[in-house]
């Protein structure tokens, strides 16, 4: 067990759990439980969320090779810092993560001989998603990453993609894209704040308080987080009825949400990691409401 708990450390595998969740509530959201996905698209939503597991895991790794030095401060905790595990064999598994990727997207594919393959039109829409969310995340790790605020908006996105994953997977982005939005600019402020949070160990990196101090980093996290609250609005006036069961049930679960996003920007630019943990809870009520959004 020695052996294998610095690489399952390295997967970061929650992270990686987040994301499959986040595909699986994406597609099942975009049609809705009462009309819901046949059990063929819940086993193709399953293996996409398989893949978004795995390209996660496969960016985490690649984070931690291009990261060893910041680590040494920010996150000494970690193996490779550790030295438990060598940044060339930490390369060479993140690698594998994103080949292994492919495999479940190869088993979607109209031309498999399986009774969860997807129709034409879902398919090359998950994997148009799947291909450039790949892209971005190593794009991201070897250039966006030193760019700062750019590079936080990059992680945003793909932290919303997963919702878009889902979507297309049972042939209905279109319903996600409020949740792609919401989990946007909500990602966008946390990734500020862990910015703040890492201001100390970032050498040779332009993030946003290192560049142009905390009071304007605290001030970009407000806004991202007004601009998350203000969206969430947005199902209840346009496709989910606000009085059933759908529309209760999502609205209750994202007041819930909303409050907590409010609290996790209320005292910046201090208790930095408090407010970074504060995030993460209102991520999971969000996540909450768009379960809640599908029970029409």
């Given at each position: ?91 060479r ?6 080949l ?39 794009a991201y790790e070897?250039?966006g ?23 297309s ?13 919401m ?39 407000r806004?991202s ?16 009825p ?37 995030s993460?809870?209102?991520m999971v009520?969000?996540l ?9």
């Amino acid at each position: 067990m020695s052996g294998v708990t610095p690489w399952f450390r390295l997967l970061r595998p929650v992270n990686g759990f987040i994301s499959l969740i986040g595909t699986v509530v994406g597609g099942i959201s975009a049609t809705g439980i009462y009309g819901t996905p046949l059990p063929s698209e819940l086993a193709a939503l399953l293996l996409a969320g398989t893949a978004t597991f795995l390209v996660t895991g496969g960016g985490n790794v690649l984070n931690d090779c291009l990261d060893v030095e910041g680590d040494r401060v920010n996150h000494p905790e970690r193996p490779l810092p550790r030295g438990e595990i060598s940044r060339e064999a930490a390369r060479r598994f993140a690698l594998l993560l994103f080949l292994l990727s492919a495999l479940p997207i190869v088993l979607i594919s109209p031309v498999t001989p399986t009774p969860f393959h997807l129709a034409l039109v879902p398919f090359l829409l998950t994997l148009v998603v799947w291909v450039s969310s790949a892209l971005l995340l190593v794009a991201y790790e070897y250039r966006g990453k030193a760019m700062g605020l750019p590079g936080n908006a990059l992680v945003a996105y793909l932290t919303g993609a997963v919702f878009l994953f889902g979507g297309s997977v049972v042939g209905n982005p279109w319903t996600t894209l409020p949740w792609l939005l919401m989990a946007f600019f909500a990602t966008l402020s946390r990734e500020i704040v862990k910015d703040m949070e890492d201001a100390g160990g970032d050498d040779g990196r332009a993030t946003l308080p290192r560049e142009h101090g905390m009071a304007t980093a605290a001030l970009a996290a407000r806004v991202s987080v007004a601009c998350a609250i203000g969206l969430s609005i947005f199902p209840l006036v346009t496709w989910l009825p606000p009085v059933s069961v759908a529309g209760i049930a999502y609205l209750g679960a994202v007041l819930v949400s909303d409050v907590t996003f409010v609290l996790s920007i209320r005292w910046l630019p201090e208790r930095l990691h408090r407010e970074q943990g504060l995030s993460k809870l209102a991520m999971v009520f969000a996540l909450v409401a768009f379960v809640g959004s599908s029970l029409r």
